[in-house]
């Protein structure tokens, strides 16, 4: 079993930046994949970025790219979503999630590992 634990939301005007973390633990040396993904009210959950960890690639939706960044630390077993330019449309419950198959899949069905959401507010 994985557990993840997601941190770092809050309310933010439009423009600001906020990091968010997700820390790994347990059977930690079977995830090949951490994303990151979102649920605004009345949406369903959409994939936001992923980091395959055993080739060191990143992918994004085409909405945040140039403006967020997904990093690790392995060290740490610590995942982060650097979120600058905020948007009011970037206002949702932000979850990680972790799978074993070394592969990244915007289908949230795919992830069997979950984090807490973490509230994101952007006012504008």
């Known amino acids: 079993q994985v557990r993840l634990v997601g941190s770092g939301g809050g309310l933010v005007q439009a423009g600001g930046s906020l990091r968010l973390s997700c820390a790994a633990s347990g059977r930690t040396f079977s995830i090949a994949v951490m994303a990151w993904f979102r649920q605004a009210p009345g949406k369903e959950r959409e994939f936001v970025a992923g980091?395959?960890?055993?080739?060191?690639?990143?992918y994004y939706t085409d909405s945040v790219k140039g403006r967020f960044t997904i990093s690790r630390d392995n060290a740490k077993n610590t995942v982060y979503l650097q979120m600058n330019s905020l948007k009011p449309e970037d206002t949702a419950l932000y979850y990680c999630?972790?799978?074993?198959?070394?592969?990244?899949?915007?289908?949230?069905?795919?992830?069997?590992?979950w984090g807490e959401g973490t509230q994101v507010t952007v006012s504008s």
């Open positions: 980091d395959n960890w055993r080739d060191d690639t990143t």
């Open positions: 999630a972790a799978r074993s198959i070394n592969s990244v899949t915007v289908s949230i069905h795919q992830y069997p590992y």
